[in-house]
């Protein structure tokens, strides 16, 4: 009997998901365009194009493969559904496990069966057969299990080049004259313009070139540039935030491994091909295999682990509103922030450290709400699914679920920001300074957060060394004066 096979819009690969057990002589494959997602939020233009377009070329691939398919567009993707099985009543719905929990009661609701969502490396019970066993979550305690249940750059029990992790050399600012080289860019096809041409009003940002692509073919040119011109000098550079460069020597592979147009094993097979040829170091190599079978698996691990209220937590009972500044780079002189919400206008990314030092401390040292910055982070960045930002945002970003995923906040003031990006220079802020009208507000916000949060901190023994700094500063009285004026301009889109 002919079975509906649903395909999410995030498990786009034949390889993979419910494509793997379809049978194209006798199955339907059905994908559904939601109008409710796509207009009651305020996306990112690119993330939508991204999407979409993607989906509709891996329905024309497969249609031109000879496989049944229907594209349907519907006011949700179960409404999409209903529609298809009052065709075919009696036909059984099948899809991967989904990668949301919204989406997952959603088709529990409607009957689907699932089957195994091999999007990832570990499954939900692996993962949590680990959590359960842990006193707390160690991504770098997962990240070696890993490391030796998959038999990745190891060399018998132990890791290969004589350590896990090569962090300390790959911490280096941006060089005064580096060779960046340039990104790769696509060229629009017909099926993008279309797309673009039917994107809501109230979509956000800018869409003046093609930075993603929306196939398989241009994933997949995507992963060969990363590794010809970039793999070698990704990790010593991993954390620097060049001003001339908005990707560095990152891989800009996320978004097509969130949409699986790229599907992680095959992205750690090409890493670890490359790194055979012999040229490229193992800091780079381990550094990014990190990244794919470490902290994607761990981030995607605990927010199946940690539960759907999750989400919900503010444990530092931050409650003020989203600033200006995050929709509206014009809305504040401070140059790092406006260049990188640039960044994101742009074309909706910015790599992790930017995100982590620049956007998530700022949210976390103001006081934003955690869940209005949650929604802002998943609707303006091209590789946003729920799976990454709830634990990134609620955990490591704002601290929100007090200590659970992190055992300290990720504050800093704006000497790590100088230290590793090239925008205080031209900045009308000193990092230097906490106080005075052209003090960082990173700095002066930094010691106004521990205060606001001595209790809270000084039971963490982790925050030890940062509460006895607070305890020797000379002026803290007139840091909160400045401190207050700061979050009251920030609050105005005038600082
Ligand atoms: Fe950012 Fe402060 Fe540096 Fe200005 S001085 S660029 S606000 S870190």
Redesign the pocket.
Known sequence: MQRIIYIAFDQLNVAAGAMRIADKANDHIVLVESQRMLTTRRWHKQRLLFLLSSARHFAKELTDAGWNVTYLKSATTIDGLREIKQKYPDSEVLCATPNSFELKKSLTDFGATFVANDFFLTSADLFSIWASGQKTFTMENFYRAQRKRLAILMDGTEPVGGAWNFDADNRLPPPKVHDWGAPLYFVFDEIDQQVISELPENAWGKIDGKTWGTSRTEALAQMANFFKNHFKEFGPYEDSMPGESWSAHHSLLSPYLNNGLLLASEVVEAALTRFAQGDIPISSCEGFIRQIIGWREYINGMYWYLGQDYRENNQLSATRELLPLFHDPAKTE????RSVVTDIEDRGWTHHIPRLM?LSNLALLTGVSPQEFLDWMREVFIDAADWVMVPNVIGMATHADGGTLMTKPYAAG?AY??KM?Q??KS?????KKRTGDDA????TLYWDFLDRHAETFSKNHRMFQQMGGLRRLSNLAEVKERAAQVLNGLERGQI
């Open positions: 401070m140059n790092c922030v620049v704006g920001i100088s990006g925008f205080c900045c009308k802020y000193d990092p960082c507000p990173y700095t």
